[in-house]
Nanobody
Framework: VQLQASGGGLVQPGGSLRLSCAAS????????IAWFRQAPGKEREGVSC????????YYADSVKGRFTISRDNAKNTVSLQMNRLKPEDTAVYYC????????????????????WGQGTQVTVSS
């Protein structure tokens, strides 16, 4: 099981970035794929997740209305479209998978995830 995150970079406040998480070794169709982030000196936090079989989504309050998660089961990828970025969105973003999930848990970020990607840096600065 491998996850490869990409798409990070430097962007000005108010700008947009699109992160991608490519999965191999398993199919994303019956799993929960999540994006987490960790800023320097801060704990890792959940950002968003999606149930690949149903398309059900979940967002942290801090990104609701700005970020959109989506999946392409044919390409085995999950994307995170990030709009109206703020300096506080600066962090290393990781994708992770929780296998064999068909219904969105009440607290999806509190589980022990089965695999993690290597992270991609997002920096929001003028």
């Amino acid at each position: 099981v491998q996850l490869q995150a990409s798409g990070g970079g430097l962007v000005q406040p108010g700008g947009s970035l699109r992160l991608s998480c490519a999965a191999s070794g398993f199919t994303v169709n019956y799993n929960l794929i999540a994006w987490f982030r960790q800023a320097p000196g801060k704990e890792r936090e959940g950002v968003s997740c999606i149930i690949s079989s149903t398309g059900a989504t979940y967002y942290a309050d801090s990104v609701k209305g700005r970020f959109t998660i989506s999946r392409d089961n044919a390409k085995n990828t999950v994307s995170l479209q990030m709009n109206r970025l703020k300096p506080e969105d600066t962090a290393v973003y990781y994708c992770a998978v929780l296998e064999s999930v068909e219904n969105m848990p009440l607290s999806p970020f509190r589980y022990e995830y089965d695999a993690w990607g290597q992270g991609t840096q997002v920096t929001v600065s003028s």
